[in-house]
């Protein structure tokens, strides 16, 4: 089964530290799923190309209907706080995608409502978005809170804990472990065998592998009756779960952290 990919990265902040490394780690994961899984790039935005609007709900004055949600796996490499990832201040729209309770006390006001077309997985190659306690507004607020109202049929967040080392490897590695060429894109064997992961597995395998052992990465996925998300293998690798829905007889949110 055919799918499609898109990826955003920024090195060239104008508002925070720089980085170095996010086109090369938004680009091995570009080429690796496009060159050897045959997987259709719908794009590949970077820097001053890289907008928060490409990942905004409409309904909050976004395009993500145009962007994100054509794509079936988003990946996306630069900074990241417990209140949501970065982007440069000179592009629509503010320079930051927020989840709830990050503007204001009440919630609501995220950023993130992903899930009414095709995507099924966002990937955060960022810092401490999926911690799971933040002081925001002046109270704790959980990653649950924070998080929650972004699966709107969504599957999974896939991200971090802590602090992650900017480095140029995890996004070939996490789509070699998804893919299965992961024997010879990190050891270098012969690639004359596949062994796909789950896309959860791929993750924590991907941070083990790249990140020191101080780091912690993290899932955060969404079911509803009839689903399982936590057990999808990328399309054409394995069973995709069908989309959670919102109003069935339960709807449930799982955040599993995992040391590197």
């Not at 920024?10 to 060159?35: Q, S, T």
């Not at 995507?119 to 929650?148: K, S």
């Not at 399309?235 to 069935?248: E, F, K, Y």
Request: proline share 3%; net charge negative; with cysteine.
């Amino acid at each position: 089964m055919s799918y499609s990919i898109g990826v955003e990265w920024i090195n060239a902040y104008d508002n925070l530290n720089a980085l170095h490394h996010e086109h090369e780690d938004a680009g091995g994961f570009y080429d690796e799923l496009r060159l050897h899984d045959g997987a259709t790039g719908l794009f590949t935005w970077g820097d001053a190309g890289a907008w928060e609007d490409d990942f905004k709900a409409n309904a909050s004055g976004g395009h993500a209907d145009q962007w994100v949600e054509r794509a079936d796996i988003v990946y996306f490499t630069g900074h990241g706080s417990p209140s949501g990832f970065y982007f440069r201040s000179d592009t629509p729209d503010d320079s930051q995608i927020r989840g709830d309770f990050t503007s204001t006390s009440a919630g609501n006001d995220g950023d993130l409502r992903l899930g009414h077309n095709n995507i099924e997985w966002l990937a955060l190659e960022v810092c401490n978005t999926l911690q799971m306690d933040a002081n925001q507004q002046g109270a704790n607020r959980d990653v649950f809170d924070r998080w929650a109202d972004a699966f709107e049929g969504l599957h999974a967040i896939l991200s971090f804990t802590t602090t992650s080392l900017d480095l140029a490897n995890p996004g070939k590695i996490f789509a070699a472990a998804m893919d299965g060429r992961w024997i010879s894109v990190a050891y270098g064997l012969p690639d004359f065998i596949r062994a796909p992961m789950r896309v959860v597995d791929a993750w924590f395998w991907m941070a083990q592998f790249c990140q020191p052992s101080d780091v912690e990465s993290a899932v955060l996925f969404a079911n509803s009756q009839g689903t399982n998300t936590g057990a999808d293998f990328l399309h054409g690798h394995g069973a995709v779960s069908p989309d959670p829905v919102r109003g069935q007889s339960w709807f449930s949110w799982t955040w599993i952290p995992h040391a590197c």
